[in-house]
């Protein structure tokens, strides 16, 4: 299945496909970098297979997807699952596990992304931790931040830690439309958030996770140490909240906090009333 670990080479062509035009020769080098060693007659092949059901089109020397078949597959896909609270309502997910945390947090943000077009995001993680919890979630979190740019949407992530480790996050994800400062601490170490529009999602850890937390961060001496420490803890049975809020008076009362770590362009305030 396209985007899982168990994906076929037709699979595989199509996620390469989804954002490029590529040649044969481009698709050859993209698999040989993700370690795949398909010969070319193979890709061939599966390329037939794939223009025949056209899912794919080829055009001289490049191939790349059909747009009516992306549009049909972009439908069939959305659920319209988007969280819609009337102001003043939240609802609460009692969770088991960090990368139980993160795999619901983006149900639960993706969607409202669709709902809230362009508006800008802002984010405050006490550490950055979600990048380190293993090879899937840091692929998740860059193909989440490169999005940004994709869509030319702003989000500004402020990281209460300055940690060497959460100062290499900033370095990963910054990008032109994502802005990152750290050493800033706006909120309790067990408090995790994630405003967009009046929406304000809220990962909630006992403190004494917390602490669990910071002891990994101050017993790493460099990242491959803390990889380990965090991805053990990652998947261990703790009780962890995700809170989705909708109060539009607090969300602006938690962006205007946020100004006095990042530029934000007035008539970007004026057109989504951020504060």
């Known amino acids: 299945m396209i985007f899982t670990q168990k ?3 037709e699979d595989r062509l199509i996620r390469l496909l989804f954002f490029f035009v590529f040649s044969v020769a481009e698709l050859m080098e993209k698999l040989k970098n993700e370690s795949s060693n398909y010969t070319i007659q193979a890709v061939y092949v599966a390329l037939r297979s794939l223009v025949a059901s056209e899912s794919v089109i080829k055009r001289g020397k490049v191939y790349f997807l059909n747009e009516e078949w992306r549009m049909k597959v972009s439908a069939q896909m959305h659920t319209g699952k988007s969280i819609n609270l009337s102001e003043g309502e939240s609802i609460t997910y009692h969770l088991s596990s960090l990368t139980h945390n993160d795999l619901q947090w983006k149900n639960v943000v993706l969607p409202l992304h669709e709902s809230q077009k362009n508006n800008p995001v802002f984010f405050y993680n006490y550490h950055y931790i979600w ?3 293993g090879k899937n979630r840091k692929k998740s979190e860059l193909d989440y931040y490169a999005a940004f740019k994709n869509n030319e949407t702003l989000a500004f992530c402020l990281i209460g830690s300055n940690s060497e480790q959460d100062k290499a996050v900033k ?3 910054q990008n032109e439309f994502v802005q990152v400062s750290t050493g800033k601490k706006l909120f309790p170490t067990n408090n995790y958030k994630t405003i967009i529009g009046d929406y304000i999602i809220t990962n909630s850890f006992s403190p004494k996770f917390a602490e669990e937390i910071e002891d990994c961060y101050k017993k790493s001496p460099d990242i491959e140490t803390l990889e380990e420490y965090l991805q053990s803890i990652g998947t261990e049975k703790k009780k962890i909240k995700l809170t989705i809020e909708r109060n539009k008076t607090k969300a602006k009362s938690i962006r205007k906090r946020f100004s006095s770590e990042f530029y ?9 009333e951020l504060f």
């Not at 934000?264 to 989504?272: A, G, Q, R, Y």
């Open 131 to 133: 990048i380190y919890l």
């Open 264 to 272: 934000i362009p007035k008539d970007l305030i004026n057109k989504f």
């Open 171 to 173: 370095r990963t994800i």
């Open 7 to 9: 994906e076929t080479l």
